[in-house]
């Protein structure tokens, strides 16, 4: 276990290199010139040239490499170009409401689908099945922004439901009050795709000799379904769900952008129009560590659910 | 999700040396539900080719009616009772002794009357509506089907040949190449997929081109691992080794007998990755990382439509959602119902 866990590490550094290379060279490339960008549009090229110095573009392009990298391992990004707000405080300040949100929509959407899933899975080839599969085709055509656009204006504007958008300082506040309507909005869109995956994952295990032997000694269907079914189906959809999860920190940035959530979703997308480099910069490089990371830990977790699993 | 099945009587005609691609075509046949949605697709195309020729739609930037015209089923808005401003009741005083402009009065009125004007009578009814400048929605979406739809298949397109190359490459040789190919694609899958996008477009800016280029580089990691597990199951079998022994180039074996051997499994992947990528494209043209601001799509129609729908204006967020569900309904029946023909082992996994 030990040595796989350091093997694994160790193979995650030409990945992480190749991370950190691709963002600073792409950057590099296409991204303009910093200096230009901070003097802005009144700087003489003299106060162009001493930012050129100060960030040290002028130097040749391996100790501007270098200069990256220790950006990256000393977590000191600068500031955002644009509001001059430390990148470190912008990711600790903007996290928390990006959690508030994702959270819940993972685990609304895994907890309703599996049993919709299963439930589907069951009846398959019904007249119930055929409806929830041609139901699901037709909701995955509709553009994710026509649900938001509709529930927004339908659920908060026109009922009253729920606040229109907002945000407030406390958790408890955020939780019941203004995170429901996206949640809930969030959960309707994905529970569509979620329940077609899952439905294969437990057509899949319905298939097998075991469900039939399981019949064959009697036992109902509750029970083979629960206990022998749900339990070899978990590993794809825990392998879904882990694949999810960096995603989470990501944000559903449409929902944050809608709902005016000051998440970290909403801060990339402000940082990409914004043109705010650091931002988008330390945000790829961290995200992609984090997403490594869930992967290992996901091929770990296998273990545990699956004892035939052989990590090697 | 197909539910029509392959009649058995098919078999016999295929080993009569029938193509793989006539006999896929005969097995296409055979599903209703892929014909028919074929036959969107195609309407869809013509469309596209008929808008982009200027046949249709070419005026979609001529405001036709007036602000926010109601679709002609609804009939016109109701009159808004404006308030008038009240006459002045004090008696009109001559200032015009004070007036400093008063004597060019005239010498401006005569220039006035050498510019002739128009007055243009808005239609208060368009067909399906107009928007807020009263440009006809139904123009708009059919100009708008024809960005999203352009944009999707040339991403597609795009992520399809860099994926299926590298593939190729990565599959075929395998060894000090194969291990880079897998760094890149190792690299390119560590950073999700929305935030790589987002990296893209912050550095190559708007633009149909660009939305093409930033979904294609973003979007062939997928392709590049079926194609180059392909790639390592075809690239010993015997008659690749066959075509070695006489002598064809790696070139050669790459792409002219492996590559028509996996078609099949590209072309599923390519219309998969349409679906996908009209999807991203409206989703960025919304967000105004998409298309220029002189161009319509679908994603803007709907960026523009939230907020004419507080004013109970919903007619294009309908024109748009409805164009856009109808094609990607068609699209995905008609990808579902390729993959069952084409691969017919597949059938009913899904």
């Known amino acids: 276990m030990t040595a796989y866990l350091i093997r694994r590490l160790w193979q995650m550094i030409p990945t992480l290199f190749g991370v950190v290379l691709f963002v600073f060279l792409l950057f590099k490339a296409f991204g303009g010139d910093p200096a230009t960008v901070l003097g802005g549009q009144n700087a003489t090229a003299a106060q162009v040239d001493a930012i050129r110095q100060q960030l040290g573009l002028d130097r040749p392009l391996y100790v501007q490499f270098g200069i990256f990298l220790r950006q990256i391992v000393t977590f000191d990004w600068g500031n955002s170009w644009a509001t001059n707000e430390s990148v470190a405080h912008l990711f600790a300040t903007r996290l928390p409401a990006t959690l508030t949100v994702m959270v819940p929509i993972l685990l609304l959407d895994s907890f309703l689908a599996i049993p919709v899933a299963m439930g589907v899975a069951y009846v398959r080839g019904s007249l119930t099945d055929r409806a929830i599969m041609v139901a699901t085709t037709l909701a995955l055509s509709i553009s994710f922004l026509v649900y938001v656009i509709v529930g927004q204006y339908v659920f908060a504007f026109q009922l009253g439901l729920f606040p229109v958008q907002g945000w407030s300082d406390s958790v408890w506040t955020n939780l019941v009050t203004y995170a429901p309507l996206p949640v809930l909005l969030a959960v309707a869109v994905s529970l569509a795709p979620t329940t077609r995956l899952y439905r294969t994952f437990f057509l899949d295990e319905i298939g097998h000799d075991y469900v039939r032997t399981a019949r064959a000694k009697g036992l109902t269907e509750p029970v083979i379904l629960m206990k022998h079914v749900l339990r070899n189906a978990m590993i794809p959809i825990l392998t879904n769900v882990a694949v999810a999860l960096p995603g989470i920190f990501v944000g559903a940035f449409l929902i944050e952008q809608f709902f005016s959530i000051p998440g970290l979703g909403r801060e990339i997308l402000l940082a990409v129009n914004r043109s705010d480099y650091p931002v988008i910069q330390a945000f790829a490089v961290y995200i992609a560590v984090i997403t490594m990371v869930v992967n290992l830990l996901t091929d770990i977790l296998y273990k545990l659910v699956d004892p035939r699993v052989v990590l090697k | ?350």
């Open chain 2, 1 to 350: 999700m197909s539910t029509v099945l392959a009649s058995p009587q098919l078999t016999p005609s295929m080993t009569r040396g029938k193509g793989v691609w006539a006999a896929a075509a005969t097995r296409f046949k055979t599903d209703h539900v892929g014909m028919a949605s074929l036959v969107i697709v195609a309407l869809f195309l013509l469309l596209v080719i008929a808008s982009g020729a200027g046949l249709i739609a070419a005026d979609w930037q001529v405001e036709r009616g007036v602000p926010d015209a109601p679709p002609s089923f609804v009939g016109p808005a109701a009159p808004t009772e404006g308030v008038a401003i009240a006459a002045p009741t004090g008696p009109n005083v001559d200032i015009s002794a004070i007036d400093p402009l008063a004597p060019r009065y005239k010498e401006w009125a005569e220039a006035a009357k050498k510019y002739q004007t128009t007055e243009t009578i808005k239609a208060t009814t368009l067909p399906f509506g107009g928007d807020r400048l009263g440009r006809d929605v139904l123009s708009k979406a059919i100009k708008g089907a024809q960005v999203s739809i352009l944009v999707g298949v040339s991403a597609a397109v795009l992520a399809t040949i860099i994926g299926t190359f590298l593939g190729a490459i990565a599959g075929f040789f395998g060894g000090k190449v194969g291990d880079i190919l897998e760094w890149v694609y190792n690299v390119f899958t560590a950073i999700p997929g929305i935030l790589l996008i987002f990296a893209f477009a912050a550095v190559f800016g708007r633009g149909i081109g660009s939305v093409v280029l930033i979904l294609g580089l973003a979007g062939w990691t997928g392709i590049y691992r079926l194609v180059r597990a392909e790639f390592i199951k075809h690239a010993n079998r015997d008659y690749v080794r066959s075509a070695e022994a006489i002598g064809a180039s790696n070139t050669a074996r790459m792409f002219r007998h492996i590559l028509p051997n996996i078609s099949h499994v590209v072309l599923v992947q390519l219309s998969i990755h349409v679906v996908g990528f009209i999807k991203s494209e409206v989703i960025l043209s919304y967000l105004g990382l998409g298309v220029g601001v002189d161009q319509v799509s679908w994603g803007t129609m709907l960026s523009e439509a939230q907020s004419e729908l507080i004013l109970g204006h919903w007619w294009q967020l309908a024109a748009a959602t409805i164009f856009m569900a109808v094609f990607v309904t068609a699209f995905s029946l008609m990808t579902d119902a390729l993959r069952d023909a084409l691969d017919p082992k597949l059938r009913g996994l899904e």
